[in-house]
């Protein structure tokens, strides 16, 4: 079984985040970064596929040269490959742009799953995957919590969703397919030092991304949260203050439905 994993390199979650000059993205020239969390439970989700009914593990990832420090990682968690479309305007893009460029190296080979995370630590739009599906013409399945491949030589595989209120959802699509994977789905394993000496000699392809169409959209402004501190006393006899902290709660802070 041949499976594609997209990841992305997102800044460290500890970073100490500042807005930059153009207030339309964060100041991460002196930035630590990290692989995006939910690409990671996708990577793992991949090598363990593998490890059950054999193959090989492809990752994949757009956007500027920094990013060969999560590709690195892969390969030394087990990944057997790689492929970066490396172009600096990759590292703010949106997820039409993002999916145009995995989809364009994609489509290259023939890949029996393409899996992605559930959504990137941070845009969080959660869809790459989807967009990266539509573009490709392959069935997708997101916020997946298990995937059996027991069908995959006569062409599907069944997938548990989770869907809202905890309910869940078991069905079965053919493949070629993408899945979005939800993050907790397994227990991620770290790089061994014996990984990590392999992934200096694995296959990294680096190709350009030509593509100049415009993004679907731009950040026009960014910004912290304002702080603000207010407190508001509740008057009246226990049943008129519960009765008024209960409206606030619900009209104000709404916390309750």
């Known amino acids: 079984m041949k499976i594609a994993v997209c990841v992305k390199q997102v800044v460290a979650r500890d970073w100490p985040l500042r807005v930059d000059e153009s207030a339309t993205w964060v100041r991460d020239s002196d930035a630590s970064f990290e692989m995006n969390e939910p690409d990671a439970y996708a990577l793992e989700e991949a090598l363990r596929l593998k490890e059950k009914h054999g193959g090989e593990v492809v990752v994949c990832s757009a956007g500027p040269g920094r990013l060969r420090q999560v590709i690195r990682e892969a390969l030394a968690r087990g990944a057997d490959r790689a492929i970066h479309v490396e172009d600096d305007v990759l590292a703010t893009a949106d997820a039409s742009l993002v999916a145009r460029a995995l989809s364009s190296s994609l489509r290259k080979e023939n890949f029996d799953l393409v899996l992605t995370g559930l959504q990137s630590d941070d845009q969080g739009f959660g869809q790459t995957g989807v967009v990266l599906a539509e573009q490709m013409g392959l069935p997708h399945a997101t916020i997946v919590m298990e995937v059996d491949v027991d069908e995959v030589e006569q062409g599907?595989?069944?997938?548990?969703?989770?869907?809202?209120?905890?309910?869940?959802?078991?069905?079965?699509?053919?493949?070629?397919?993408?899945?979005?994977?939800?993050?907790?789905?397994?227990?991620?394993?770290?790089?061994?030092?014996?990984?990590?000496?392999?992934?200096?000699?694995?296959?990294?392809?680096?190709?350009?991304?030509?593509?100049?169409?415009?993004?679907?959209?731009?950040?026009?402004?960014?910004?912290?949260?304002?702080?603000?501190?207010?407190?508001?006393?509740?008057?009246?006899?226990?049943?008129?203050?519960?009765?008024?902290?209960?409206r606030l709660l619900r009209e104000e802070a709404r916390a309750l439905r």
Do not use: C
């Open 156 to 246: 599907r595989i069944r997938v548990k969703r989770e869907l809202e209120a905890g309910w869940f959802q078991w069905m079965s699509m053919a493949t070629p397919a993408l899945l979005t994977i939800q993050s907790g789905i397994n227990q991620l394993r770290y790089a061994t030092l014996r990984g990590i000496m392999a992934a200096k000699k694995k296959e990294v392809r680096t190709e350009s991304f030509n593509d100049v169409s415009e993004a679907s959209y731009r950040i026009v402004g960014l910004h912290a949260p304002e702080k603000s501190k207010k407190t508001h006393f509740v008057e009246g006899t226990p049943a008129e203050s519960a009765a008024t902290l209960v």
